[in-house]
């Protein structure tokens, strides 16, 4: 679903939201906070990092983190 900034808001149904920092850590510090935002916000060739706001933290999922990965390395 597009949000009216032309990112995508990842449905809450059957992912697990982690926080962007959450996220990043769990990289092990190859992705960082800002990098998961700029996704979010800006999209790579088109495609973006699907993401929900809840109470003005952000959220996505490593699913929702494969996805983008696999349409923007592929």
Do not use: C, H
Request: proline fraction near 1%; aromatic fraction near 10%.
């Amino acid at each position: 679903m597009e949000s009216r900034q032309g990112t995508l808001e990842l449905p809450l149904e059957g992912e697990s939201l982690m926080t962007f920092k959450a996220l990043a850590r769990l990289t092990a510090g190859d992705v960082s906070y800002e990098s998961l935002r700029r996704w979010a916000r800006l999209g790579i060739n088109g495609v973006y990092l699907e993401q929900r706001r809840i109470g003005g933290r952000f959220f996505s999922s490593t699913e929702a983190m494969r996805r983008f990965l696999a349409k923007t390395q592929g």
